[in-house]
């Protein structure tokens, strides 16, 4: 019984269930985010600009450049690179409105 009484002092010494709660909330709102630039934001950069039916979107991702005869694709990286910037500016904005909502409540 020493060990569980030792393994219960270090999770509450160390806030390991308040880290726990941090992590689940934080990749559910990493999904939530991820969501949602996929399907609100992305469609309206999603556009066909030379009208040959693939949004360009799909073609940058297929951007490669050759280096000493090795093939890398340079466009999934842009790609995700765009989406990254995107989710932060979202979370960004996300968090000033819910500091004003907390604001509001504490106040």
Not at 34 to 62: A, T
Not at 88 to 106: Q, R
Request: charged residues 25%; proline residues 1%; hydrophobic residues 50%.
């Amino acid at each position: 019984m020493d060990n569980l009484e030792d393994i219960i002092e270090f999770l509450n010494k160390n806030n390991m269930i308040s880290v726990s709660i941090a992590i689940i909330f934080s990749n559910q709102i990493n999904k939530l985010v991820e969501n949602f630039v996929d399907n609100i934001i992305l469609p309206f950069i999603d556009k066909d600009l030379d009208d040959d039916g693939i949004d360009d979107i799909y073609k940058l991702e297929d951007f490669t450049i050759t280096i000493f005869n090795k093939k890398i694709n340079i466009g999934k990286i842009i790609s995700s690179s765009i989406k990254f910037f995107l989710i932060i500016i979202l979370v960004y904005l996300l968090s000033l409105v819910v500091k004003k909502f907390v604001n509001k409540i504490i106040l």
